[in-house]
């Protein structure tokens, strides 16, 4: 089955013929080389095959994993696209157990149940995104044409590539019961659709908290915009925000309405100015915006979270703007909270940055990880995530967290633990040549921590 005029799912002999079935996208909308569906659900298999019949050189189907893994052994597949719940065993099950056998292909998972456990599983499994069934047309095309943008795009030697959406979430992994009970809550908020506010230091993950909010919610095939809330002048922030009327009366559509039916992300809402404050509280609260320059009003569907890396209150923010974005609120525990989850974390970070940058993952060691337990981090999940992907580009976890000098062992048995954070960003330093704006960056901490840090060891 090759080139788009012959295009069928084929099952072992038996195929699914789409020649005469039209395609929602004209050809090189985007453009797949080989994809294996692998479902029991031929009426599934029919309209995954229709979609891409124009887009896929090469389409299989598999009715079962056992099926698929006959498949594989004679060729590779750019992508896979499996159900979830599948007669012999569970999607998610099957590709973690391959992915240990060395499968690199791209994977898409199916499913009628998406819960937080499947979504935290797909992650571990390396999936780059999960569709709801019954398919949605729009929201599988867009999937499937991203993947292919992300697929096509040129290695660089000892370059990775940048982790997809659903990877971005993998701060929210973790056994610990402090995870747990945040898990629990994030799902139940996502059932919520009040403003809310979402609390905690730099690099805890608040965004990706945000972002698995949206995707448990009913608006999760809306879009999700994230706006930097320090770079709004307030000059022009009503424009950004809600649109204006162009020279031509055509009407731009600003921040908001690009968000509507899905999730407007204010990012440090502290650093709002107060008067960009007074125009989005009527935004929020009456789900109303008028562009700038126009007389009239545009409903809106949006629902507005805020984070912030610091305590709010009516001190901080307008008192009736803090009132209404707090009306729920979530708090990011510390990655020092989570001491548990520290190897777990950098073990799928490592293993999410080698699949993408299709590099030797490296092993980390007991002791290396018993070193990462007791260093602070300061930086949060985010450090961590610089930390390991510093170690995947070198091909090596710079000391302490090599785990393998006679001084990280003495470390270990006195549990110096400021002593190991000393040696970490002293050695992040050298590696920059002293420039602490770029030591600051690969650690994921502020400048002004490092100058602290550095002041009272006298460096």
């Not at 659900?41 to 009715?63: F, G, Q, Y």
């Amino acid at each position: 089955m090759n080139g788009a005029s012959t295009t069928g799912a084929k099952n072992s002999g038996t195929n699914i013929p789409v020649k005469n079935l039209k395609s929602p996208l004209k050809a090189g909308s985007f453009l797949i080389n080989s994809v294996l569906i692998i479902d029991y659900d031929e009426t599934t298999v029919r309209k995954l095959t229709r979609m891409i019949s124009l887009n896929c050189k090469h389409v299989e189907w598999a009715k079962t994993t056992e099926i698929a893994e006959e498949k594989l052994k004679g060729q590779a597949f750019d992508l896979i696209i499996i159900e979830n719940i599948l007669p012999d065993m569970s999607g998610l099950e099957w590709l973690m157990s391959w992915r240990g056998q060395g499968l690199v292909s791209d994977a898409i998972v199916m499913t009628r149940s998406f819960d937080l456990d499947t979504a935290i599983y797909a992650m571990q499994a390396g999936v780059r995104d999960v569709l709801k069934k019954p398919l949605n047309v729009e929201r599988t095309l867009k999937s499937l044409e991203q993947f292919s943008k992300l697929h096509l795009r040129p290695l660089a030697p000892h370059k990775y590539i940048p982790l997809s959406q659903a990877a971005a979430k993998t701060g929210l992994l973790g056994n610990s019961s402090v995870m747990r009970a945040l898990r629990d809550k994030i799902e139940l908020l996502a059932k919520q659709d009040d403003a809310l506010l979402i609390t905690g230091e730099t690099g805890t993950g608040k965004e990706s908290a945000a972002r698995m909010l949206h995707a448990l919610s009913e608006r999760a095939t809306g879009p999700f915009i994230s706006v930097a809330c320090a770079s709004l002048n307030p000059e022009t922030a009503a424009a950004e925000l809600f649109g204006f009327v162009a020279a031509d009366g055509s009407i731009k559509d600003g921040l908001i309405m690009r968000a509507n039916k899905g999730v407007l992300c204010l990012n440090r809402v502290n650093d709002l100015a107060p008067q960009v404050q007074g125009v989005l509280l009527k935004a929020i609260e009456e789900q109303v915006i008028r562009p700038v320059g126009s007389p009239q009003t545009r409903t809106i569907s949006v629902r507005f979270i805020a984070s912030a890396n610091a305590t709010l209150s009516t001190a901080t923010l307008e008192p009736d703007f803090y009132h209404r974005i707090s009306a729920l609120s979530l708090t990011m525990p510390r990655l020092s909270e989570r001491v548990g989850d520290i190897r777990q974390l950098a073990e799928s970070f490592m293993a999410q940055f080698a699949y993408d940058a299709k590099m030797p993952a490296l092993e980390i060691s007991e002791k290396g990880a018993n070193l990462m337990a007791q260093y602070s981090w300061p930086g949060n999940v985010r450090e961590l995530k610089n930390t390991v992907k510093k170690a995947l580009l070198n091909q090596r976890f710079d000391t302490p967290f090599d785990g393998g000098t006679q001084e990280t062992k003495s470390l270990i048995k006195n549990h110096a633990l400021d002593q190991v954070e000393r040696f970490h960003i002293q050695d992040v330093l050298a590696l920059t040549l002293g420039n602490r704006a770029e030591a600051a960056r690969l650690l994921g901490i502020s400048r002004k921590t490092i100058e602290r840090k550095c002041a009272a060891w006298g460096v």
